[in-house]
Nanobody, 124 residues
Framework: QVQLLELGGGYVQAGDSLRLSCQTI????????VGWFRQLPAKEREFVAA????????DYADSVKGRSTISRDNSINVVYLQMEKLKFEDTAVYYC?????????????????WGQGTQVSVSS
């Protein structure tokens, strides 16, 4: 497992952009697929985006497809989630997660390491 830290959350206006970062603490990301998930109070955690170990293959939830880009820089052990044209419905706590395999996945159960989350609040 790896220890993860999410950065970049905040309070924005609808239509704004935001970039979230996920970095490892003390270990490398190499070989790990990474996903972003989000959760509202009293709601189930849901998939947002994922990227494989190489950064070549990505996957997105329909709700963010076309508005979000997941990318990674393995040289500095960071995975980014760039979100554009934010909507009120994007308001949630965003979590990054790593799985101990290189292929990305949209399944929560495939991920073994989770960060503490960062709050994104979008005003309508």
């Amino acid at each position: 497992q790896v220890q993860l830290l999410e950065l970049g959350g905040g309070y924005v206006q609808a239509g704004d952009s935001l970039r979230l970062s996920c970095q490892t603490i003390g270990r490398t990301f190499r070989g790990y697929a990474v996903g972003w998930f989000r959760q509202l109070p009293a709601k189930e955690r849901e998939f947002v985006a994922a990227i494989d170990w190489s950064g070549i293959n990505t996957d997105y939830a329909d709700s963010v497809k076309g508005r979000s880009t997941i990318s990674r820089d393995n040289s500095i052990n960071v995975v980014y989630l760039q979100m554009e044209k934010l909507k009120f419905e994007d308001t949630a706590v965003y979590y990054c997660a790593a799985r101990d395999e290189g292929d990305s996945s949209a399944r929560i159960s495939d991920y073994v390491s989770w960060g503490q989350g960062t709050q994104v609040s979008v005003s309508s």
